[in-house]
């Protein structure tokens, strides 16, 4: 029987782009369904009783929701092509703790750095710190997981689509403090399962101006 | 080759009790080093420098950090005695529900209830309220939430079966109602029974100690403000 799997997503969101890329490293074919945020549908509402957010996975009718538990899920699920997580204990621990940096710290700094007035040179400097501490576990490996295309790869790439953003709007640039990072970002872009997950630069900027107006931000 | 394993936590941390409860469920032997958060040891640095938090579990010398992370890992290298279902959905789900507990439960109840008072207070009970409905709903046919024995959401929700009778002492006001939450007013009680928790709890009247004194300077730094 084939597998019906269904995104429930925002194309702008961050945390939609791990869940796109995980199913495109699997080579999976699913039906894309766009959320408006402002009015959501019955499907989301149902699936998502406790959060009422995207992304949600409905795999053959069952829904999994929160980005890094859906990415384990398909990584479990389909888990003989492209594995995400490495299969050592050790290792996969890293991979957990890392992404779990991510979505704790660069989130809330990347929030900061538009939405404060008057902090703005503080933000820009703790996020260049924490972007900072992701560049020295990249090391001089090609990808975060190694040799390979790995987790933590698929959960830092859709913050690099907002970095574009933030650079313009916190007036700051990436490539001077972190050139190692935007060597790796660029590397993870020629992937297809990358690049055909991410929203187009100026889309996302236009999206982006339009959010501040909504949060009353000049 | 000998296992060396240390674990590093402080003496009231829920979040190292679950590495405690976890290692306790595995039957694996490890050594404690107790730290102190106004003077933390350099092993404690040098093992988590990005966050510099307890619980730190080392393995052979390499650390791992961060409660759940260290969970997943326990019962991935000690496969005896499962923490986390075979099923992938059933394993999303466990890590869903423990992910809600430390983001939605642990938020509404010691953020907002418990160290806040008047209107604020009242606004995080309503949430704390909601919260503590799913959880109850959860329950439904089950002795825990891993099913007929312990598994890994009632180590990531164990807290609630400590430190809400703490909280509510402190706090002077009623958060669990047996009538209201029966289910999960049973579970907490079967959880602290259990033989491989009951014996692991910090002491009672240091934590009132503790949480009020992080009460009072809580809302007297609130109302200075």
Same mark, same amino acid.
């Given at each position: 029987m084939a597998d019906e799997i269904i995104l429930l997503d925002f194309w702008p969101s961050m945390f939609g782009m791990k869940v796109r890329i995980a199913l495109a490293e699997k080579g999976l074919k699913y039906e894309y369904r766009d959320e408006d945020l402002f009015n959501k549908g019955p499907l989301l509402l149902e699936m998502n009783p406790i959060h009422k957010k995207i992304p949600v996975l409905i795999h053959n009718g069952k829904p999994i929701c929160e980005s890094q538990i859906i990415v384990?899920?398909?990584?479990?699920?389909?888990?003989?092509?492209?594995?995400?997580?490495?299969?050592?204990? %050790? &290792?996969?621990?890293?991979?957990?703790?890392?992404?779990?940096?991510?979505?704790?710290?660069?989130?809330?700094l990347g929030q900061r750095l538009w939405r404060t007035k008057g902090e703005e040179q503080e933000a820009n400097k703790e996020y260049i710190e924490c972007l900072k501490l992701l560049e020295g576990e990249l090391g001089d490996k090609p990808y975060f997981g190694g040799e390979n295309f790995g987790f933590v790869d698929v959960n830092l790439m859709p913050y690099f689509s907002w970095l574009y953003v933030f650079?313009?709007?916190?007036?700051?640039?990436?490539?001077?403090?972190?050139? *190692?990072?935007?060597?790796?970002? *660029?590397?993870?872009?020629?992937? $297809?399962?990358?690049?055909?997950?991410?929203?187009?630069?100026?889309?996302? %900027?236009?999206?982006?101006?339009?959010?501040?107006?909504? &949060?009353?931000?000049? | 080759m000998a296992e060396e394993l240390k674990l590093f936590r402080t003496w009231s941390s829920v979040f190292a009790l679950r590495i405690v409860w976890a290692l306790k469920i595995k039957g694996v032997e490890y $050594?404690?080093?107790? $730290?102190?958060?106004?003077?933390?040891?350099?092993?404690l640095l040098q093992y988590n420098p990005v966050h510099k938090k307890v619980p730190v579990l080392v393995h052979n010398g390499k650390p791992i950090a961060e409660s759940l992370v260290i969970l997943e890992y326990i019962d991935e290298t000690w496969r005896e005695t499962p923490l986390l279902p075979e099923d992938p959905y059933e394993r999303a789900m466990a890590r869903f529900w423990a992910k809600f507990g430390d983001d939605k439960v642990l938020t509404s109840i010691f953020w907002g209830v418990f160290?806040?008072?008047?209107?604020?207070?009242?606004?995080?009970?309503?949430?704390?309220?909601? &919260?503590?409905?799913f959880l109850e709903d959860e329950l439904k046919g089950k002795t825990?939430?891993?099913?007929?024995?312990?598994?890994?959401?009632?180590?990531?929700l164990g807290w609630l079966a400590n430190m809400i009778s703490i909280f509510e002492e402190v706090a002077g006001l009623k958060m669990v109602d047996e009538d209201k939450f029966p289910l999960l007013a049973a579970w907490m009680q079967e959880f602290a029974d259990s033989p491989i928790i009951k014996d692991n709890w910090p002491p009672r009247d240091k934590l009132i100690a503790k949480f009020q004194a992080l009460r009072d300077a809580k809302l007297a730094a609130a109302a200075s403000k």
């Open positions: 384990q899920y398909i990584d479990e699920v389909w888990k003989d092509k492209s594995p995400l997580l490495p299969s050592d204990p %050790y &290792h996969r621990a890293q991979a957990r703790f890392w992404a779990d940096y991510i979505d704790k710290k660069l989130h809330l650079e313009i709007a916190a007036n700051f640039s990436i490539e001077a403090e972190c050139p *190692k990072l935007i060597t790796w970002a *660029k590397r993870c872009m020629e992937k $297809e399962s990358v690049s055909t997950s991410l929203p187009d630069r100026q889309k996302l %900027y236009d999206f982006f101006l339009q959010l501040k107006k909504w &949060h009353g931000i000049e | $050594e404690t080093i107790f $730290e102190d958060l106004s003077n933390k040891s350099p092993s160290l806040k008072e008047g209107k604020e207070q009242e606004e995080a009970m309503v949430e704390a309220m909601e &919260h503590l409905q825990f939430f891993g099913g007929e024995r312990i598994g890994f959401v009632d180590l990531a």
